[in-house]
């Protein structure tokens, strides 16, 4: 059974940095695409920053500049280096992949989510 499993939030004075991680456990035969979201309260889930197998990063514009995704394929694990955070970045953030679970079938997985406060 495949999981992912995110770590790396937390409390964060405006200015500083955050590298959250989330690693794919389980039986899997390749990465499609690995990103993340996240979830303030009382707001939507909005896309944060994906990465796509050989294809380009995206970035949300109100992360651009600031957050960068990364990815050790080798460890299934996926990365969001986060710079120069400010309070509206607060938000709980999830990881998010579509994995293939078999050679021909692939499926969206979701993490558990990460809380991430950026507070003086």
């Known amino acids: 059974q495949v999981q992912l499993v995110e770590s790396g939030g937390g409390l964060v004075q405006p200015g500083g940095s955050l590298k959250l991680s989330c690693a794919a456990s389980?039986?899997?035969?390749?990465?499609?695409?690995m990103g993340w979201y996240r979830q303030a309260p009382g707001k939507q889930r909005e896309l944060v920053a994906s990465?796509?197998?050989?294809?380009?990063?995206y970035y949300a514009d109100f992360v651009k500049g600031r957050f960068t995704i990364s990815r050790d394929n080798a460890k299934n694990t996926v990365y969001l280096q986060m710079n120069s955070l400010k309070p509206e970045d607060t938000a709980v953030y999830y990881c998010t992949a579509v994995l293939k679970t078999t050679p021909t079938l692939s499926y969206d997985f979701w993490g558990q989510g990460t809380q991430v406060t950026v507070s003086a």
């Open positions: 389980g039986i899997i035969f390749g990465i499609i695409r």
């Open positions: 990465d796509t197998s050989g294809g380009s990063p």
